[in-house]
């Protein structure tokens, strides 16, 4: 292989590099689900809807048989015994099967949550605009971590923006039903994914 034929297959392989992984991930946030490796996930620059950044989840293969999620955990301190709203705005671009938010209540020393929502039963499918969706999970006592974020199943891309935690009061209804090492942050933290630029 001559010089100048190597030169080029290096350029090529460093611009399918960039664009495979151009996005990088926010600070306070990582990749998970069942199969992260075949989503790009991080902030894309000036994608908001103010012209800000956003968030993303971009699949890389064309038929992926699981999701990829963007997420966070935070301790429940300031949160035990309370009903907590996770708001925030998407838009979505050829979803194949189904995006939303999600958020899960954990204790520790069993597998299962004490609540959980992850936008199944009302999930984002297709193209869409920027819309607003919303959480609502109480945080019982035996609380030890709040896992949140945003999931795509399957193909497409999604981009979300603008959350929001907060405590709100207990007339409004629950939208939900009744991770080792992963950072477990004091409190939720970067939700306009302006930090860490």
């Known amino acids: ?14 611009t399918l590099t960039l664009f495979s992984f151009g996005f990088a991930i ?3 946030w990582f990749p998970a689900g069942s199969l992260p490796a075949s989503y790009d996930m991080g902030v894309e620059k000036a994608s908001g809807q103010d012209g ?5 989840i971009k699949s890389t293969k064309k038929k992926i048989e699981g999701f990829g999620t963007l997420m966070q955990n935070c301790l429940p301190d300031k949160f035990i015994g309370k009903r907590v709203r996770l708001s925030g705005y998407m838009k979505s671009k050829d979803v194949e099967s189904w995006a939303g938010f999600w958020m899960r209540v954990d204790q520790e020393g069993t597998q299962h949550s004490l609540s959980f929502d992850n936008m ?6 297709g193209t869409t605009e920027w ?9 019982p006592a035996k609380a030890s971590n709040i896992a949140y974020g945003a ?8 981009w979300f923006d603008k959350l929001n935690f ?3 009061d207990s007339y409004l209804p629950t939208t ?4 080792s090492n992963a950072v477990i942050n004091k409190e939720p933290v970067n939700l306009d994914f302006e930090e860490g630029k």
């Open 1 to 14: 292989m001559t010089k100048k034929i190597l030169k080029n297959v290096l350029l090529v392989a460093a």
């Open 52 to 56: 800000k950044n956003a968030a993303t």
């Open 151 to 158: 999931l795509l199943n399957g193909t497409g891309q999604i």
């Open 166 to 168: 907060e405590v709100v």
């Open 176 to 179: 939900g039903k009744g991770l």
């Open 26 to 28: 926010p600070e306070g």
């Open 131 to 139: 819309k607003k969706y919303e959480i609502v999970l109480d945080v």
């Open 120 to 125: 199944h039963d009302r999930a984002i499918k």
